[in-house]
């Protein structure tokens, strides 16, 4: 049951259509990227723990490359 809510939140998160932020020295594009998931966020009421696993859905290339390092360290 767990995996089905899951992949329902997925769903529902990529049916906004989230903005994809792809990292490198841009932090006016960073700021933008996050004021909209934080948007897409509050309106589904998204929880603090879902949060983190759907944002990585919308990381690529560079930035994914960090997210996958820095998720690494901190489950270490």
């Known amino acids: 049951?767990?995996?089905g809510e899951d992949e329902l939140r997925?769903?529902?998160?990529?049916?906004?259509?989230?903005?994809?932020?792809?990292?490198?020295?841009?932090?006016?594009?960073?700021q933008t990227w996050l004021e909209g998931i934080e948007r897409i966020f509050g309106a589904m009421r998204c929880?603090?723990?879902h949060r983190v696993l759907l944002e990585g859905y919308v990381l690529h290339d560079e930035a994914d490359h960090w997210w996958g390092n820095a998720k690494q360290r901190l489950e270490a």
Do not use: S, T, V
């Open 47 to 49: 929880l603090d723990e």
């Open 1 to 3: 049951r767990r995996g």
């Open 10 to 30: 997925l769903e529902r998160f990529m049916n906004n259509k989230p903005p994809i932020f792809e990292g490198g020295y841009d932090p006016e594009g960073a």
